[in-house]
């Protein structure tokens, strides 16, 4: 036997103790991403307390933290939505579940969907008044039914049909919405002057297996009459989910984010073009709005586990978190970057 051939058996013998020598490749951590909003509009920092300021903070983080959770534990997407939402329709400091804004008529009337990006499953409600957390009642509707969308007495009878107690209206009562209507009426303003900020709330997801979520939530505006219905609870408007594109909630004017269908639109525009023009896509939707004469703002999260804010408003309350570090919440525009610090 020659030396050449001699060398290749000799090779091919240490083949196997070269492969069992190499060290393990280490398998990527799983990824996870979340945002939060808790309302759009005109905010002015002159008129936020270093008081004020903290309590949207501590209320923004708690319900980022518990979405956070949530995924950090494996959870699904859809778990993490509602988690997250769950505390803010508790808190009186936003304009859904409990801090909801009166209609006209003196009464708390409350919208809220979800929709899951996997399936494309989604379930809404619009005008009840005795569900304490609402966007639970639009998963029932999506889980338990072969409806996406109920609405008022009807959709209130569902509910304790599946088990949810009743609410009383005063549960949802507060003075300073009241009085918010009050001066409305008294002084014949229109609701947007009335309300300086839209206090509608969201959280979209991309959970550890690549899953997205998409949840809104919304008392709807001060004053509203006629069984007035906003964006919120209309899937494709203010909410959207597809995990072949992204995860939207939106929040603000809602009767020009349902002219321009603004949740599906972006997430549609997404499919086609492509992730790396996220940004600029949500932005030109939202430029859409604005030059119908319509302002708010979105937030969304792509396949690539990319959170985004876009907004036409002085500001928006908001968060984020992300496997990768990412924590921060945020008021005014441009903050995100001041305000970022690592996971812990």
């Not at 508790?90 to 909801?100: E, Y």
């Not at 619009?126 to 569900?131: H, I, L, N």
């Amino acid at each position: 036997m020659n030396n050449a051939v001699l060398g290749l058996v000799a090779a091919l013998t240490l083949c196997p103790l070269v492969a069992l020598a190499k060290e393990p490749q280490a398998q990527p951590e799983p990824r996870w991403s979340l945002a939060i909003h808790g309302g759009a509009g005109t905010l002015d920092p002159a008129q936020m307390t270093p008081e004020r300021r903290a309590e949207y903070e501590a209320a923004l983080q708690a319900a980022l933290d518990a979405g956070r959770a949530v995924l950090a534990a494996g959870g699904s997407a859809m778990e993490a939505v509602q988690a997250a939402i769950l505390p803010m329709e508790d808190s009186p400091l936003f304009n859904a579940g409990r801090g909801a804004v009166f209609t006209w008529d003196e009464t708390n009337e409350l919208d809220a969907s979800i929709m899951d990006g996997r399936d494309r499953s989604a379930g809404a409600v619009a005008g009840v008044k005795t569900v304490k957390n609402p966007i639970l009642l639009a998963d029932r509707v999506r889980t338990d039914s072969e409806h996406v969308f109920m609405i008022g007495s009807g959709a209130e009878s569902f509910a304790v049909s599946k088990g949810f107690e009743v609410t009383p209206p005063e549960y949802f009562a507060s003075e300073a919405r009241l009085k918010s209507l009050e001066r409305m009426k008294a002084d014949k303003l229109s609701a947007i002057d009335v309300d300086t900020k839209f206090g509608t709330v969201g959280a979209v997801a991309m959970d550890t297996q690549g899953n997205l979520a998409a949840g809104t939530s919304t008392g709807g505006m001060t004053g509203k009459r006629w069984g007035r219905v906003g964006d919120a609870p209309m899937i494709g408007a203010g909410t959207y989910a597809d995990n072949r594109a992204c995860a939207v909630s939106a929040t603000g004017w809602g009767e020009y984010f349902i002219r321009v269908g603004v949740a599906h639109e972006i997430c549609a525009r997404l499919r086609m073009a492509g992730e790396p023009g996220a940004q600029a896509i949500a932005d030109s939707v939202m430029a859409d709005v604005e030059a119908l004469g319509g302002d708010g703002g979105v937030i969304l999260i792509t396949p690539a586990g990319e959170a985004l804010y876009s907004f036409n408003t002085t500001g928006m309350y908001r968060g984020r978190a992300t496997s990768e570090g990412v924590n921060e919440v945020a008021i005014f525009g441009g903050e995100e970057r001041a305000s970022a610090t690592p996971d812990h």
